[in-house]
């Protein structure tokens, strides 16, 4: 009886085995410590670009003109803060720019001015963010756009004032008529005559002229990011990837032990 040969038992997967890619805390510390060179020189190359970036930063100051309005009586504005604001934007902030360009032989201003008025205030404010290099140009910005809003203030002021003058006027007349005649309904006319009399020369003494509060004032602190803030970011951010550049280059060199080996 013939025997038949017995079939091979089946070859077991070769299965790949790699070594435990845990790691210690001192493991983590003798290796920032073999490649302390490494650490440092990432951590200056990073704090030089830093201080190199905060040097190049120009220092951005806010410079602030305020207008107080023209009022017609006590607290009362001639015209609303808001409604100057709006003229400002419309009529004088495109002309008076364009003058400064031209004056100045630019394409452009290299800053732009903001015009508001703060809340529950009767001021309007210019406002301008720009370097220090560029103080006379925004003064003389300023300064051509208070000009601007003091003229149409004063414009309407005089127009108000010759509207009162002539309003008082006309009562004086008519109380001049009044008093030469003495009955009761006569007399009830001219004291109310002589109470819008008295209202007009009040409204008209209480007239005042807008002014300017002050002109292109700098702020105390400088706009953005100082320079300061920059170098501690740089310190912090140079910190963080001193050590991930550490730990990426023991990687890369694990990655090329293992291509070295497996082509050995």
Known sequence: MTSTPSSPPPREPTTAHYADDEISLIDLAKLLVRRWKAMAGIFVVVVLMALAYALMQTPVFTYTSIYQVAERDAGQPLETP???????????????????????????????????????????????????????????HHQALLERLADGQQHLLERRRQTLESQLASVDETIGQRSQSSDAVNTELLSRTLKRKF???AELEGLMPGETAQVAVQSLEQQGTSRALILALGVV??????VMGVFLLHFVSLVRESLHEDAG
Request: proline share 6%; hydrophobic share 40%; no cysteine.
């Open 82 to 140: 808001a409604s100057l604001v709006a003229r400002a934007q419309t009529l004088y902030l495109g002309p008076v720019t364009r003058e400064l360009i031209d004056d100045e032989g630019l394409q452009r201003l290299p800053f732009e001015t903001e015009i508001s008025t703060p809340e529950n205030t009767q001021t309007v404010k210019l406002a301008t963010a720009a370097p220090e290099a560029q103080v006379d140009r925004v003064k003389a």
């Open 199 to 201: 209202q007009l020369e």
């Open 237 to 242: 951010l140079g910190g963080m990837l001193a």
